[in-house]
């Protein structure tokens, strides 16, 4: 006979332009599609939605006289929006005319390592950020009558800050620095992980097809 009946469906269900199972081949294409796009879109709406909560940051920081550290803050957080873009553009580098189980797993590979680079990332922008968030509150308008009344009553200054409470401030940054990646990892299950459940679901149904 040749190839056993097994072999052959299994050849059908690895190659994508095989005549073998085409059914179970356009079930799993349709599904890696489903996969990606749903995912393209959530990204976007995470791309925008960091645009725009930093506009709103911005003008806030205006209004409350601190413009220099909104300034600060928007263009980190626009910085992050053009890397999640350029990202997601590398995505749809990914070869296409691959087998569905294959390009799932260039998926796949292409997610965890955006997850590492965006954690090293991270690793700046949060401390920037904390820091910059306090220092543009300590000194915007709207605190004016609390820092007179803490330099009346307390002799543990410099600079103007509190010593103490910047010290904390300063901790908590350095903090996030060093666990940007596991807080980014939180961050990204908690976004997308019913889709990285699906993919994970999909990749093992399919590799158990496999065997």
């Known amino acids: 006979m040749g190839k056993s009946i097994e072999a052959i469906w299994k050849q059908g269900f690895l190659h994508s332009d095989a005549l073998i199972a085409p059914k179970i081949n356009d ?22 939605g960091i645009i725009i909560g930093s506009s709103l940051l911005f003008i806030g920081a205006y209004l409350a006289g601190a413009t220099l550290a909104g300034s600060i803050i928007l263009l980190m957080f626009l910085y992050v929006a053009y890397t999640a873009y350029h990202e997601m553009k590398t995505l749809e580098k990914i070869d296409k005319g691959q087998n569905s189980y294959a390009f799932l797993k260039s998926f796949k590979d292409w997610i965890y390592r955006s997850i590492e680079r965006y954690g090293n990332m991270y690793r700046i922008v949060y401390p920037v950020l904390i820091l910059t968030f306090y220092f543009g509150i300590w000194f915007s308008d709207v605190f004016v009558n609390i820092r007179e009344l803490v330099v009346e009553q307390s002799n543990d200054l410099i600079f103007g800050l509190h010593i103490y409470t910047t010290a904390v401030v300063i901790i908590a940054a350095v903090i996030m620095g060093v ?3 596991e807080i980014h990892r939180r961050d ?4 997308y992980g019913g889709i990285l459940n699906k993919l994970d679901l999909t990749l093992a149904e399919m590799e158990e097809l496999k065997e």
Do not use: A
């Open 27 to 48: 079930i799993y294409s349709k599904k890696s599609i489903h996969l990606i796009d749903k995912f393209e879109k959530m990204f976007l709406v995470n791309i925008w």
């Open 179 to 181: 666990f940007s990646k």
């Open 188 to 191: 990204v299950k908690t976004i």
